[in-house]
């Protein structure tokens, strides 16, 4: 069957359309997306604000016309971070339930740790034994960690690079004293949430997922998007500390010239990089094993599997 998933994050809203048939590997078929960056159409009481909302109903209705022309037999429609902690969120998924007719699931930080999880056994496999997996969003960091397909520890905390961006690290570039601070009450948070990874015990491969730890490990080597969804790529903790340093001194733009860096996440990139770096030093990770599959092939093969 021809199965659409439309995506609301923090950063980007996204369509997949894909082949998706029980037993089988999910095949691409198209993608439509737009960076609309809803954690920044957010007001300082947290509510999401009118042009956002807007926009939102807007690009889900372009995403159904090209679900239509695509031949999807079934959209998969969901929302993350942004709009699952906005005071009004209610109120935009009734203002899309009613200008779309699409009904879009909200789904929990825990569920998105658990899909996510999921979609990396699946691309790794059983031999890779017991996986820990990172996954650094708009708006959370969501950890899951375990043996089998679903988790036996699944975490999200509000460190996402949207978010700690927009709330902790202002200027371009910040000041040292800034990315100081921010360093230290990223470090704080993560260590004070971890305790249920760590009594998991040692995994055997540790995984990152999402466009933040791709770009990260493209910049530090990794092979470029050209070489197809089957090459390794590796982000290594030690080459992470220096790009922390080097992405501290560079504005947006300068970093937006940097390899697989898209102008619209450059801003948000050193907050990525701080997050992945605690994590990293946290849970005593030398290196992570980038995974092209993420949330929305976890919900993909959720659906299938539902099917048996």
């Given at each position: ?13 996204h ?9 089988a590997?999910?095949?691409p078929?198209t ?31 372009e ?6 022309d ?12 942004a709009?699952?902690?906005?005071p ?12 779309r ?23 790794f ?40 961006t927009?709330?902790?690290?202002p ?14 009450a ?7 949430d971890i305790?249920?990874?760590t ?45 922390v ?6 504005t947006?733009a ?41 949330l929305?092939e ?11």
């Amino acid at each position: 069957m021809r199965l659409g998933v439309v995506d609301v994050g923090s950063n980007t809203v996204h369509l997949l359309v894909v082949d998706a048939h029980r037993g089988a590997q999910p095949l691409p078929a198209t993608s439509h997306k737009i960076e609309l960056r809803l954690s920044e159409h957010v007001t300082d009481d947290g509510h999401i604000d009118e042009s956002g909302e807007r926009a939102l109903s807007g690009f889900i209705g372009e995403c159904l016309t090209v679900a239509e022309d695509q031949g999807v037999e079934e959209v998969l429609a969901f929302v993350t971070s942004a709009v699952r902690e906005a005071p009004n969120g209610e109120d935009v998924l009734a203002r899309v339930r009613t200008e779309r007719g699409v009904d879009l699931q909200v789904l929990s930080g825990e569920d998105e740790a658990r899909l996510t999880f999921l979609a990396a056994r699946r691309w790794f496999g059983w031999s890779s034994g017991t996986l820990l997996v990172v996954d650094i969003g708009g708006g959370s960091l969501e950890l899951a960690a375990g043996m089998d397909e679903d988790p036996d520890v699944a975490v999200s905390l509000p460190l996402g690079a949207g978010r700690l961006t927009r709330d902790l690290l202002p200027g371009d570039p910040p000041d040292a004293d800034v990315i100081r601070e921010a360093r230290r009450a990223i470090r704080v948070r993560l260590a004070g949430d971890i305790r249920p990874l760590t009594k998991a015990g040692v995994p055997d491969r540790a995984v990152g997922t999402s466009k933040t730890l791709r770009s990260l490990a493209r910049i530090t080597g990794a092979a470029p998007s050209s070489d197809g969804p089957y090459a390794a790529r590796h982000l290594e903790r030690a080459a992470l500390a220096d790009l922390v340093r080097t992405l501290a001194g560079k504005t947006a733009a300068q970093r937006a010239g940097l390899p697989g860096v898209s102008a619209g996440r450059a801003r948000q990139l050193l907050a990525g990089a701080l997050v992945a770096e605690a994590a990293m030093d946290l849970l005593d990770l030398e290196r992570l094993d980038i995974c092209p599959w993420a949330l929305r092939e976890g919900i993909i093969l959720n659906r299938l599997d539902s099917m048996r």
